[in-house]
């Protein structure tokens, strides 16, 4: 009596409907509590359930592991070595991809192939769309390619003499697609590089060309010839500072200086007298002079 009259009058003066619903507020509480605990005990006892794998995808990883293999990866997949060295020039598309190239990289290297493209060594992979330099950096150990003798002579159904050579300052992407290795993507770049720099005086420029390399350029050298009477020259005494730094040879310090020269000479100026005053070196001035007048 007392305790009720403790919560009901003296002190917090509850109602006798209010006092009731206290009373159940606090039996709530307590049942809470209890519950919360009994769950941190069952947690702590079983601790967390993971759901199992399937039995198929557990079947699958044991007879992987057992054949001494990875599970498959989409793109990039690890040379398994079952074979020994793979020759890109006559390898089918399954021993590709097991070398680790890429479905799109070992289709667009078969399709290479059918055009008459060829393999001499590991570098000569970077022509192949789907293939980047940290690829053939990692894959080229799984590769084996063939010696080839240059002085062999290109077989052909006609007579030598009626063999007709393309003039790489003239030719347009569709006769350059008739070289051997070369398809639309380089025969673009070509003569996009032989109109930055103005025309070809060597063939050995076509190493400068992105995506050609030394051993396809010697694949290329009987088939070609040049006309240096085509090349596009520059006057260095009407040239502007934008032509000048488009130049690939040319950058943009060298371009000012070379006007700055000029416009200080208050005369006529020539290629000799730019490396006399060290405006270019001598490597530059060999290539440069071709396009200067």
Same mark, same amino acid.
């Given at each position: 009596?007392?305790?009720?009259?403790?919560?009901?009058?003296?002190?917090?003066?509850?109602?006798?409907?209010?006092?009731?619903?206290?009373? #159940?507020?606090?039996?709530?509480?307590?049942?809470? *509590?209890?519950?919360?605990?009994?769950?941190?005990?069952?947690?702590?006892?079983?601790?967390?359930?993971?759901?199992?794998?399937?039995?198929?995808?557990?079947?699958?990883?044991?007879?992987? %592991?057992?054949?001494?293999?990875?599970?498959?990866?989409?793109?990039?997949?690890?040379?398994?070595?079952?074979?020994?060295?793979?020759?890109?020039? *006559?390898?089918? &598309? #399954?021993?590709?991809?097991?070398?680790?190239?890429?479905?799109?990289?070992?289709?667009?290297?078969?399709? &290479?192939?059918?055009?008459?493209?060829?393999?001499? /060594?590991?570098?000569? @992979?970077?022509?192949?769309?789907?293939?980047?330099?940290?690829?053939?950096?990692?894959?080229?150990?799984?590769?084996?390619?063939?010696? #080839?003798?240059?002085? $062999?002579?290109?077989?052909?159904?006609?007579?030598?003499?009626?063999?007709?050579?393309?003039?790489?300052?003239?030719?347009? $992407?569709?006769?350059? !697609?008739? +070289? $051997?290795?070369?398809?639309? /993507? @380089?025969?673009?770049?070509?003569?996009?590089?032989?109109?930055?720099?103005?025309?070809?005086?060597?063939?050995?420029? +076509?190493?400068?060309?992105?995506? @050609? *390399?030394?051993?396809?350029?010697?694949?290329?050298?009987?088939?070609?010839?040049?006309? $240096?009477? @085509?090349?596009?020259?520059?006057?260095?005494?009407? /040239?502007?500072? =934008?032509? +000048? %730094?488009?130049?690939?040879?040319?950058?943009?310090? %060298?371009?000012?200086?070379?006007?700055?020269?000029?416009?200080?000479?208050?005369?006529?100026?020539?290629? !000799?007298?730019?490396?006399?005053?060290?405006?270019?070196?001598?490597?530059? &001035?060999?290539? +440069?002079?071709? &396009?200067? =007048?």
């Amino acid at each position: 009596m007392r305790f009720h009259r403790f919560f009901k009058g003296e002190f917090f003066a509850f109602s006798k409907s209010e006092f009731r619903g206290f009373i #159940v507020l606090l039996l709530i509480l307590a049942g809470l *509590t209890g519950i919360r605990y009994h769950q941190i005990k069952d947690v702590g006892r079983i601790g967390m359930q993971v759901s199992p794998l399937p039995e198929s995808l557990v079947v699958r990883m044991e007879s992987l %592991q057992k054949a001494g293999r990875n599970p498959p990866i989409e793109e990039k997949v690890p040379f398994r070595g079952e074979e020994g060295k793979v020759d890109p020039n *006559t390898a089918g &598309y #399954v021993a590709l991809r097991n070398a680790g190239l890429s479905k799109r990289a070992a289709n667009n290297l078969m399709k &290479y192939r059918e055009k008459g493209g060829r393999f001499t /060594v590991a570098e000569d @992979l970077s022509r192949i769309y789907g293939i980047s330099e940290e690829d053939i950096r990692r894959l080229k150990s799984n590769f084996d390619f063939p010696e #080839v003798e240059w002085s $062999t002579p290109v077989q052909s159904s006609l007579p030598e003499e009626s063999i007709e050579l393309i003039e790489l300052n003239a030719a347009d $992407t569709n006769a350059l !697609k008739n +070289l $051997t290795g070369i398809g639309s /993507v @380089l025969a673009s770049r070509i003569i996009r590089y032989r109109s930055l720099i103005g025309g070809f005086y060597d063939l050995e420029q +076509l190493n400068e060309v992105y995506g @050609l *390399t030394d051993s396809l350029v010697r694949t290329l050298a009987p088939a070609l010839k040049i006309d $240096t009477l @085509l090349l596009r020259k520059m006057d260095l005494n009407r /040239v502007t500072f =934008k032509e +000048l %730094q488009s130049h690939p040879y040319i950058n943009a310090y %060298q371009a000012r200086s070379i006007l700055k020269f000029r416009e200080l000479s208050k005369g006529k100026i020539n290629c !000799k007298q730019l490396i006399d005053n060290y405006i270019i070196d001598s490597d530059i &001035y060999r290539k +440069l002079v071709h &396009y200067l =007048k």
